[in-house]
């Protein structure tokens, strides 16, 4: 028989996880009072003004300096690895991989046949990696969090040649991260984590060096397929509209939640926000016997996906099985990870008030188990 855990220790809302996130009740409003939007052409403004409130409050949230500009595209990052790929590395890529999506990116470019092999500066899981500049190298990219592991990096441009641009992975850190944006000249995400929509898009905010590159890359005859040009992507962005048919309730969500942000109080609201649940987890860890942050330093452990190893003896499947009979979900480790291991999303939509009663519920489960 599952462990019961008493009412009064439950979080208000028991959705913990690393992406797909926790979806805010009012922007599930907000979708039910604009239904008349889904199953309308995406040329039209209706859902054109979708994408401009979502390219304007982009810019404002992450404070995009002049010149720089709000670009979407069909596909999610996974997809923008190969637009990368194809029309913003030029010849040779350094990657910092400290996880699995950042080594994910380091692999696309390092299997082009048009590319010369990229330099990988490598850390073990749990670790972070960082840039270091480099001669021979035009693009420089990083996670600036690492889902799969809850390590954080700063986002810094490298001292390197005159003309290297820097591609930033910001799917789990943007919109609750600090930035300056003007240390990257790609900063791309995924609207299914801190933005607390569904998938299928990536965003990135362009740098005039990235435009100007992908501009000369795609004219320069490199073979690159439509749906991964980013000069398409460009080209219909500044139209406020994607090449093919976006997922619209996924618009709308990202739309509201953008807003939302932003009248809570911008970047800085969220960044605070997220780091408060991320105390509340780490010092909860730190004074248990058995639990441990996975992320050794401090100042490498991200708040907003929280990874904390249990003791051999306890087992984190059982946990989560107990957690989720008692509908606390998805805090399960990332499942290449393979450890023993509680992984908690804390992106701005979860209420700091919940992590601490996380902790309590698992408090409650290995007492008893």
Request: aromatic share 8%; charged share 20%.
């Amino acid at each position: 028989m599952p462990l019961t855990i008493p009412t009064h220790l439950l979080p208000t809302d028991g959705r913990f996880g690393s992406g797909p996130s926790k979806v805010r009740p009012g922007q599930v409003d907000h979708l039910v009072a604009n239904a008349h939007v889904l199953g309308t052409s995406h040329r039209k403004a209706p859902v054109k003004d979708l994408v401009r409130r979502i390219r304007e409050g982009v810019t404002e949230l992450l404070g995009a300096p002049d010149g720089y500009e709000v670009t979407l595209g069909n596909g999610g990052a996974t997809a923008f690895w190969d637009v990368a790929t194809l029309c913003l590395v030029e010849r040779k890529a350094q990657h910092a991989s400290f996880g699995e999506f950042g080594g994910k990116f380091a692999t696309a470019t390092s299997r082009a046949p048009f590319l010369d092999p990229s330099q990988v500066i490598t850390a073990e899981p749990g670790a972070v990696a960082y840039l270091e500049p480099a001669d021979d190298v035009d693009t420089y990219a990083t996670p600036h969090n690492e889902t799969s592991t809850g390590a954080m990096a700063p986002v810094l441009r490298p001292s390197g040649p005159d003309g290297a641009i820097v591609l930033t992975d910001a799917t789990s850190g943007a919109g609750a991260l600090p930035v300056d944006l003007r240390q990257t000249d790609a900063y791309y995400f995924s609207p299914q984590k801190a933005f607390a929509a569904d998938g299928g898009l990536w965003l990135a905010v362009l740098s005039p060096a990235a435009v100007e590159r992908a501009a000369r890359i795609e004219a320069s005859g490199r073979w690159v397929p439509e749906f991964l040009s980013l000069t398409t992507a460009i080209t219909n962005s500044r139209l406020d509209q994607t090449l093919n048919t976006p997922a619209v309730a996924t618009l709308l969500l990202l739309a509201d939640q953008v807003e939302w942000l932003l009248a809570q109080g911008g970047l800085k609201w969220s960044a605070e926000r997220c780091a408060t649940s991320a105390e509340i987890l780490y010092g909860w860890a730190e004074k248990r016997p058995w639990a441990t942050p996975f992320v050794a330093r401090p100042e490498e452990r991200s708040t907003v996906v929280g990874t904390i190893d249990l003791a051999d003896e306890i087992d984190a499947g059982r946990v989560l099985s107990e957690l989720r009979a008692n509908g606390v979900q998805d805090v399960f480790a990332y499942r290449k990870l393979g450890r023993n291991q509680l992984r908690v999303g804390m992106f701005p939509a979860v209420e700091p008030d919940d992590v601490a009663a996380l902790t309590e519920c698992v408090d409650y489960l290995v007492e008893r188990i």
